[in-house]
């Protein structure tokens, strides 16, 4: 825990005189913008990874209009900022039964088109 404090310490001590100098509001806003691209890259790759799990549980649970939906979200430029309105209309599987569901002819023509 030494170790980390004394580092933290000597970047305070060698970015301080930066931040007060004559260039300190561009140095706020590269900071600020730093920070906010870092935000950014975060917030889309939970976004992304929302996205994963509603496309994998489409297919773990043979829902083809799930699916073909998600698909469609994913090809889409803005699909990133998609909410949907009813989650649990997204996951529910088209057939109760895990072994019918596999016997689903609509999802069999889903595929091949």
Same mark, same amino acid.
């Given at each position: 825990? $030494?170790g980390?404090?004394?580092?933290?310490?000597?970047?305070v001590? !060698?970015a301080?005189p930066?931040? #007060?100098?004559e =260039? #300190?509001w561009? $140095?706020? $806003? !590269?900071?600020?913008?730093?920070?906010a691209?870092e935000?950014g890259?975060?917030g889309?790759?939970?976004l992304?990874n929302s996205?994963? @799990?509603r496309f994998?549980d489409?297919?773990?649970h043979k829902? @083809?209009?799930?699916?073909g939906y998600?698909l !469609?979200?994913?090809?889409? /430029? $803005?699909g990133?900022i998609?909410? /949907?309105r #009813?989650l649990s209309a997204?996951l529910? /599987?088209?057939?109760p =039964?895990?072994?019918a @569901?596999?016997? =689903?002819?609509? !999802?069999?023509a889903f595929?091949? @088109?």
């Amino acid at each position: 825990m $030494g170790g980390i404090c004394h580092s933290l310490a000597q970047v305070v001590r !060698l970015a301080l005189p930066y931040f #007060r100098s004559e =260039d #300190r509001w561009a $140095g706020r $806003g !590269l900071l600020g913008a730093i920070l906010a691209i870092e935000l950014g890259q975060v917030g889309i790759a939970v976004l992304l990874n929302s996205w994963n @799990a509603r496309f994998y549980d489409a297919l773990q649970h043979k829902n @083809a209009s799930a699916f073909g939906y998600e698909l !469609l979200i994913f090809r889409l /430029p $803005g699909g990133v900022i998609y909410r /949907p309105r #009813r989650l649990s209309a997204v996951l529910e /599987p088209r057939s109760p =039964d895990s072994v019918a @569901a596999m016997d =689903d002819r609509s !999802l069999a023509a889903f595929m091949a @088109a």
